[in-house]
C-alpha cells in the first residue's frame, strides 16, 4: 500500500503480507462464525462481536495453466461449507526489501468481506470496495484491516487481490484482454459484489470503488471502461497518475519520462521481446508456449509488466483522453494526493544507492523538463535551504502530483460532482529509515488513517490527535460512500469543487485545531508555474 505505481521497469516493495490457505469442509458452523450462502457455495466467517469477517472466499477461478492470461472466468461451487477465517495466497509477486516474502501463486483471485455487526442503520448498507497499491507489481488486499472504516462508519468494506506483473499486464498481437487482465480480475470482484453483497448486508447500488496509488489510477480506468459500467455509484481516488506524464527519474534514476497509460502497440512489441526471451519466440505459439512454462520461470520477466496499457475490451481508449472528453461514467469522485507525495518514493531510491548530489539534481531536471529546465532550476535550485534530494521530491510532488489531482478534479467538475483533497499531515508516522530530511505527508502515509494492518504487522503509532483525524477522515470517506457527498454532521464542511470558483475547493487534512480547513492548493504548490512546464 506504500508504492507509487512503478511504470514499466521497477518493482520496488512495499508492504507486509501474509500468506496462507483455503479450505472447504461440509462441518456444522463453528459458535463463534456466521455462516452466509453465495452464490458458488456458504461460507462461515468469523464474528469479532462488533463486526464480522470473511477472508479468502474465490470471485474468480484461478487464473493458471489455460486460464493464464485469459479474462477471468467465473468459479467453481462447492459443496458444504467453506472456511472464510483465512485469506487466500497472494497473487505472484517478488519479495519486498519491506520484508514480505515473495509468491509464485496463480490461485489468487480471492476477496476479503468486513461487515458491521451494527443495528442503527435501516436497510442495506453502502459497500465499499478496496483495490491496493503496489505499482502493480506487489501487494494484496488482505494486508488492510478495514474494521475501523466498517465500524465506525456503518459500510460493509471488500478487499481484494488481482494479477500482478506479468501476470497482470502482459500482452501480445491478438491476445484478448492484453494489458489489463488485472483491471479485469478487479471488474469481476465487483461483478460478483453485485451478485453476492446483499447476502452480507450490502446494498449492490450504493457501491464505492477506492484505491491508493496503483488502486487510485485503476479506479481512474474504471471511470473509463465500459465494461465498468453499473459496477459502481462513487469512486474515490487516492495518489494516482491518472492525466499527466510522469517525470523522468521519479519512480527510479534512469527511467524515462513516460505516461501512465501504455498504447497497444508499445505492449505487443515488449511482449514480443519477452517472449523470444523466454524461449517462445514464434509469435503463431508464443502464447501457448508461454502457458507451459512455470509460474518461477515467468517471474524472471515479471517487473517488465508493471502497469496497465490500453486498447482492449476491457480498456479500449486511453483514460487521459476518456476523462478529458468527459466520456467517463458519471458518478460523484472524491480525488486527492498528499502533501509531500514523492518524498518517499525518493527516499526509496536514497536508501538503495548514494544520495542524490546537486550535480544529479540538475540533470534529473534536464532530463525531465528538457527545454523548460533552465525555468524549472530557477524556481527550484539545489542546495539552498534544503538537500537536492528534498527539492527534488518537492519539484515531483508538485508537477507530477499536486497541480496535475487538481487540475483532473477541476476536469471531473465539469460533469459530475467532485470533492478534492489534500492529505496534510506532515507528522504522519514515517515507515522508512530517516534519509537525512523530514518525510512529512508521504505517499501512502493517508492509508494508515483509513485501515490498520492485519495481526503479524505493525501499524504506524498515531497520536491522539491523528487518531481523530483519522476518525474524521472516515466519517467523510464513509458519508461519501452512503450519499454521494462527504458532508454532513459536525464535521467541517467540506464543499464541492466548482470548475468556475476562482480558487477550487480543496479540503486540507491535517491533525490540530484548524487542520481540516480549504487551501488554495495552486498556489501552495506553484501550479500556475507548472502550467507552462512541458512534461
Known amino acids: 500500500m506504500r508504492e507509487l505505481m512503478l511504470g514499466r521497469w521497477l518493482p520496488i516493495a512495499c508492504v507486509m503480507a501474509v500468506l496462507a490457505g483455503t479450505t472447504v469442509t461440509a462441518a456444522a458452523p463453528a459458535e463463534r462464525g456466521e455462516v452466509v450462502r453465495t452464490g458458488t457455495g456458504w461460507v462461515r466467517g468469523v464474528d469479532h462481536v462488533d463486526y464480522r469477517e470473511f477472508l479468502g472466499i474465490p470471485y474468480a477461478a484461478p487464473p493458471e495453466r489455460a486460464l493464464r492470461w485469459r479474462l477471468p472466468q467465473p468459479p467453481a461451487s462447492w459443496r458444504g461449507v467453506r472456511d472464510a477465517s ?5 497473487c505472484a509477486q517478488h519479495a519486498s526489501i519491506a520484508g514480505t516474502s515473495a509468491s509464485d501463486a496463480e490461485d489468487c483471485l480471492y476477496l476479503n468481506i468486513t461487515v458491521p455487526n451494527s443495528t442503527g442503520s435501516r436497510g442495506r448498507k453502502a459497500v465499499m470496495v478496496w483495490l491496493h497499491g503496489g505499482g502493480f507489481v506487489e501487494g494484496a488486499g488482505n494486508e488492510y484491516d478495514p474494521r475501523r472504516l466498517a465500524t465506525q462508519g456503518d459500510v460493509v468494506v471488500v478487499t481484494l487481490n488481482y494479477r500482478l506483473g506479468i501476470f497482470g499486464n502482459f500482452g501480445l498481437p491478438g491476445l484478448a484482454g492484453s494489458g489489463a487482465f488485472g483491471l479485469a480480475d478487479q471488474q469481476a470482484a465487483l461483478r460478483w459484489v453485485q451478485a453476492n453483497v446483499r447476502a452480507f448486508g450490502g446494498d449492490p447500488d450504493a457501491v464505492t470503488v477506492f484505491g491508493q496509488s496503483a488502486g487510485g489510477q485503476s479506479v481512474c480506468a474504471h471511470l473509463a471502461s465500459p465494461t465498468a459500467a453499473r459496477l459502481f455509484q462513487r469512486a474515490i481516488i487516492q495518489s494516482a497518475f491518472c492525466t499527466t506524464n510522469i517525470p523522468a527519474n521519479l519512480l527510479a534514476p534512469g527511467v524515462p519520462t513516460i505516461s501512465p497509460w501504455e498504447e497497444p502497440r508499445s505492449l505487443a ?28 520461470r515467468l517471474m524472471s520477466a515479471f517487473g517488465q509488466f508493471a502497469g496497465l496499457a490500453y486498447g482492449s475490451s476491457v480498456l479500449p481508449d486511453d483514460p487521459f483522453r476518456v476523462l478529458r472528453e468527459g466520456r467517463f461514467h458519471g458518478v460523484p469522485v472524491l480525488s486527492g494526493a498528499t502533501r509531500d507525495e ?19 539534481y540538475r540533470q534529473y531536471v534536464h532530463e525531465a523538463f528538457g527545454a523548460d529546465a533552465a525555468r524549472v532550476l530557477a524556481v527550484y535550485p539545489a542546495g539552498q535551504h534544503e538537500s537536492p534530494s528534498r527539492t527534488w521530491a518537492r519539484v515531483t510532488t508538485e508537477s507530477s502530483f499536486a497541480c496535475p489531482t487538481l487540475e483532473r478534479n477541476r476536469l471531473l467538475a465539469r460533469h459530475v460532482p467532485t470533492y478534492g483533497y489534500e492529505f496534510a499531515d506532515r507528522s504522519a508516522p514515517p515507515t522508512l529509515p530517516a534519509v537525512g530530511y523530514p518525510y512529512g505527508a508521504y505517499h501512502s502515509a493517508d492509508a494508515f488513517y483509513l485501515f490498520d494492518l492485519r495481526a503479524g504487522q505493525t501499524s504506524p503509532e498515531l497520536s ?15 458519508s461519501f460512500a452512503r450519499t454521494g457527498t462527504p458532508g454532513g454532521g459536525t464535521r467541517p464542511e467540506w464543499r464541492r469543487l466548482r470548475p468556475q470558483d476562482p480558487v477550487p475547493y480543496t479540503l486540507s487534512l491535517a491533525p490540530g485545531s484548524g487542520g481540516i480547513r480549504p487551501v488554495d492548493l495552486a498556489q501552495e504548490h506553484r501550479c500556475r508555474f507548472w502550467s507552462t512546464i512541458t512534461l
Open 464 to 478: 491522539p490527535g491523528q487518531r481523530r483525524l483519522a476518525d474524521t477522515m472516515i466519517e467523510y470517506w464513509t
Open 342 to 360: 514523492t518524498t518517499y518514493v525518493q527516499a526509496l531510491n536514497d536508501l538503495g544507492g548514494q544520495p542524490l548530489t546537486a550535480q544529479r
Open 269 to 296: 512489441e515488449r511482449g514480443l521481446r519477452s517472449a523470444a526471451e523466454l524461449g517462445c519466440a514464434e509469435p503463431a505459439t508464443a502464447v501457448a508456449c508461454l502457458r507451459r512454462l512455470s509460474p518461477e
Open 86 to 90: 483465512r485469506p487466500g495466497a497472494r
